[in-house]
C-alpha cells in the first residue's frame, strides 16, 4: 500500500475538501483525485460519499481513518526507536554516580575525543541504583565504578584503571586537622567511618586484627553534602578516595599512610560494541593500565 496515498487520503479527511487537501500538500486537486481513486481501487471501498455540498467519509472510511492514523503513529514511534538504535552505533554513554564529582570520565574524554572524534559522547549523573539499572538495560555503555561485588555481578565486567588509598576527612577543628600525613598508629582511640566496607576489601580485617582500639562503623547509604558535613560534629573521621575530597569543602581531607590500594575503574557488559572496546583501550592507555598490570 503507498503511504503517500494515505497521507493523501488524511488530508482529504481533515479538510472535507478536495481542493483545501491538494492545496496543503502542494499538488493539483486533479493529481490528488487520481490517488484517492488508487488509494480505493487497492482497498475494494468507497472511503467518502462525495455530493455538490462537499465530501465526507463513509462509514468504512472513518473506521479506516482510525486505523491508518494509529499505524502512523506506530510508524513514527518505530523509525524514532529504530533512529536511536542506529545512533548508538556512534556513541559512548558514560555514567557516573550524581552525589560524586566523576573522576575517570574527565581525563578519558579529551583523549578520546581526539583519537575518534565523530563519536558522540553523552555522559550522564545518575543515583547508583539507577546506573546499574541503566547498564543492565543497555542504557548506558559503562559506569565508573569500585572493585566490589556490585561492579562483578551477573553478566557485568570490571576494568581497573586506578588504585587509590585513602584520605582522612574531619572538621578542621579536629585534633588530627593539622597533620600532613597519618598513620593507623595516630587514629589509636578514633572512631573511623567507612563508606561501604565491601569497597576496600581487607581493611576492616587488617585493622580489626592490628588496631582493636580503633572503632570502625560502617555506612550504607552515600550522603549528601549538608548531612555529611553535620555528621562531623560528632568528631569521627571519614575515610575517603583522594578525588573525592574536594566534593566536601570545608572539611580537612589528611592522606592515610597505608600500603594497600582499591581500584575504580568501568563496570560494562559484555559483548562490548566496537565503540565501547575504543572507549576502555583509550582509558587504559590513559591511565597507564597496561604498565601497573604489569608490575
Keep these: 500500500m503507498n ?52 465530501i465526507r467519509l463513509t462509514p468504512a472510511g472513518t473506521t479506516f481513518l482510525e486505523g491508518v492514523q494509529k499505524i502512523r503513529t506506530d510508524l513514527d514511534l518505530l523509525l524514532g526507536r529504530c533512529r536511536e538504535i542506529d545512533s548508538m552505533n556512534n556513541c559512548i554513554r558514560f555514567g557516573a554516580i550524581n552525589t560524586l564529582r566523576p573522576d575517570l570520565y574527565p581525563r578519558i574524554s579529551e583523549v578520546f575525543f581526539q583519537k575518534y572524534p565523530h563519536v558522540i559522547q553523552k555522559p550522564v549523573m545518575k543515583s547508583e541504583e539507577q546506573l546499574f539499572i541503566d547498564l543492565d538495560a543497555g542504557m548506558l555503555d559503562a559506569v565508573e565504578y569500585f572493585d566490589g561485588p556490585r561492579a562483578h555481578a551477573a553478566g557485568r565486567m570490571f576494568q581497573p584503571l586506578i588504585r587509590e588509598g585513602r584520605n582522612c576527612l574531619m572538621w578542621p577543628s579536629h585534633p588530627l586537622a593539622s597533620r600532613k600525613e597519618l598513620t593507623l598508629e595516630e587514629l589509636r582511640g578514633q572512631h573511623i567511618v567507612v563508606h561501604r566496607f565491601e569497597r576496600i576489601p581487607g581493611f576492616r580485617e587488617y585493622v580489626e586484627e592490628h588496631y582493636p582500639d580503633i572503632r570502625l562503623s560502617e555506612e550504607g547509604k552515600v550522603l549528601d553534602f549538608y548531612s555529611m558535613v553535620r555528621s562531623f560534629e560528632d568528631g569521627h573521621i571519614f575515610l575517603v578516595p583522594p578525588h573525592f575530597e574536594s566534593n566536601f569543602l570545608p572539611l580537612k581531607a589528611i592522606p592515610l599512610r597505608l600500603e594497600m590500594r582499591w581500584a575504580i575503574g568501568l563496570v560494562y557488559r559484555e559483548p562490548c560494541s566496537p565503540i565501547l572496546r575504543q572507549f576502555i583501550e583509550t582509558a587504559k592507555q590513559v591511565f597507564h593500565t597496561d604498565e601497573e598490570e604489569d608490575k
Design 3 to 54: 503511504f503517500k496515498n494515505l497521507e493523501t487520503f488524511i488530508a482529504v479527511s481533515k479538510f472535507n475538501s478536495i481542493n483545501a487537501a491538494a492545496e496543503s500538500l502542494f499538488i493539483s486537486p486533479p493529481a490528488l483525485q487520481q490517488q484517492l481513486n488508487r488509494l480505493e481501487g487497492e482497498i475494494g471501498f468507497k472511503l467518502f460519499d462525495r455530493n455538490p455540498g462537499g
